[in-house]
T-cell receptor
Framework: ETGVTQSPTHLIKTRGQQVTLRCSSQ?????VSWYQQALGQGPQFIFQ???????GRGNFPPRFSGLQFPNYSSELNVNALELDDSALYLC????????????FGPGTRLTVT | AQSVTQPDIHITVSEGASLELRCNYS??????LFWYVQSPGQGLQLLLK??????LVQGIKGFEAEFKRSQSSFNLRKPSVHWSDAAEYFC??????????FGAGTRLFVKA
């Protein structure tokens, strides 16, 4: 059974650019959530996808968007990058949308210059 | 609104000493509570969880936590800390069907 994987590990982008981060869920998990963790902070919930539909969103602007594919892998897209978007982005999968346990990937470190 | 407070930004304990990390939550109903650990540059690893039943829960790596409804607390404890326990610890509450709210974390330093 493979765990949650994320790519790339690190990424450097320039303000105003767009970025796509990828996540592969743990085998059998149909729900994925994305979190932003700024330096020195706890993770902040961005949104959750269940069976390819967004079914919950935190306090993030529309330039943060996502996709979930039929194999339950997922993408996080951020448009018009701002300096404050620099953070560790974590993906977490769970067995169902109300699933109690989430399994986290190692994260993607995004730096916006 | 739901929230999680970890009052201690960082804590230093000697190796072999006992540890208690504090967590207070704000949530109207009985919450689902979690403790996660994060090593530098890594994702989050679940230490333990509380859903219902026995208010003292056991987790991995020798950690335990106690749910106290009257105090809205879910403190993490370990009787004897090892140098490898040095990391960031996050308390979290699952609020509603999909959203997990994390505290700001407590960084644990272990001195020899």
């Amino acid at each position: 059974e493979t765990g949650v994987t994320q790519s790339p590990t690190h990424l450097i982008k320039t303000r105003g650019q767009q970025v796509t981060l990828r996540c592969s869920s743990q085998s059998g998990h149909n729900t994925v959530s994305w979190y932003q963790q700024a330096l020195g902070q706890g993770p902040q919930f961005i949104f959750q996808y269940y069976r390819e539909e967004e079914n919950g969103r935190g306090n993030f602007p529309p330039r943060f968007s996502g996709l979930q594919f039929p194999n339950y892998s997922s993408e996080l897209n951020v448009n018009a990058l701002e300096l404050d978007d620099s953070a560790l982005y974590l993906c977490a999968s769970s067995l169902q949308t109300g699933g109690w346990e989430q399994y986290f990937g190692p994260g993607t470190r995004l730096t916006v210059t | 609104a739901q929230s999680v407070t970890q009052p201690d930004i960082h804590i230093t304990v000697s190796e072999g000493a006992s540890l208690e990390l504090r967590c207070n939550y704000s949530y109207g109903a009985t919450p689902y509570l979690f403790w996660y650990v994060q090593s530098p540059g890594q994702g989050l690893q679940l230490l333990l969880k509380y859903f219902s039943g026995d208010t003292l829960v056991q987790g991995i790596k020798g950690f335990e936590a106690e749910f106290k409804r009257s105090q809205s607390s879910f403190n993490l404890r370990k009787p004897s800390v090892h140098w490898s326990d040095a990391a960031e610890y996050f308390c979290a509450v699952k609020a509603g069907g999909f959203k997990t709210i994390f505290g700001a974390g407590t960084r644990l330093f272990v001195k020899a």
